[in-house]
């Protein structure tokens, strides 16, 4: 029978472009945070985090902006590699909430 | 600083069986929590352990149950598996457990069950 997954909205791009993953939060009160990465069959790597007091935070080759106004998040990451294919996915915290909200994820594929 | 520990990464085990999960976390984190993430579900949260003691709980059967140990380290055992049960099940590991600190994974624990 057809199963049924969790189908993920994916980008694709050419190695050594910019990739702009992009991500929608829930709660207008959140106010902190993660990007992860996660490759096939591993557990989720941390990236970056940002407070909501902050609208722009950089890493290394990669960069997380914070839009307040309308509740997004993006990951911004420079000079794609195909070592930067997997699932990027956004997770929030609601205050008052006992854990993190994570979203679905987007599927990033880097073509050489 | 090694990272967030998870034994074994594959388990295989037929319906009914037992199964238990370890977890060491980074040390000096005193917080562990573990979630199962399936393709259909995503990530779902199952518990947090601080000190020993379980603060919060997700909306899983009692057939899922953890504990964590004077050390930190902490185990999940998972009783009377299910073939729903099949899913990467991650343990992540925090400082003090707050929901707006940084959240560590490992690499998680492939349970297959036939």
């Known amino acids: 029978g057809e199963s049924v997954g969790l189908h993920l909205p994916t980008l694709s791009v050419q190695e050594g472009d910019n990739s702009i993953i992009n991500c929608a939060y829930s709660?207008?009160?959140?106010?902190?945070f993660i990007w992860y990465k996660q490759e096939s069959g591993k557990g989720p790597q941390f990236i970056i985090d940002?407070?909501?007091?902050?609208d722009k935070r950089q890493g290394q080759r990669v960069t997380v902006l914070l839009n307040k106004t309308v509740k997004h998040l993006s990951l911004q990451i420079a000079a794609t590699q195909p070592g930067d294919s997997a699932v990027y996915f956004c997770a929030e915290n609601i205050p008052g909430y006992s854990t993190l909200t994570f979203g679905k994820g987007t599927m990033l594929l880097v073509s050489p | 600083k090694a990272g967030v520990t998870q034994t074994p990464r594959y388990l295989i085990k037929t319906r009914g069986q037992q199964v238990t999960l370890s977890c060491s976390p980074i040390s000096g984190h005193r917080s562990v929590s573990w979630y199962q993430q399936t393709p259909g579900q995503g990530l779902q949260f199952l518990f947090e352990?601080?000190?020993?003691?379980?603060?919060n709980k997700g909306n899983f059967p009692g057939r899922f149950s953890g504990r964590q140990f004077s050390n930190s380290r902490s185990e999940m055992n998972v009783s009377t598996l299910e073939l729903g049960d099949s899913a990467l099940y991650l343990c992540a590991s925090s400082l003090e457990g707050r929901t707006n600190e940084k959240l560590f994974f490992g690499s998680g624990t492939q349970l297959s069950v036939l």
């Open positions: 709660n207008s009160a959140s106010d902190y």
């Open positions: 940002i407070r909501s007091n902050m």
């Open positions: 352990y601080f000190s020993e003691t379980q603060r």
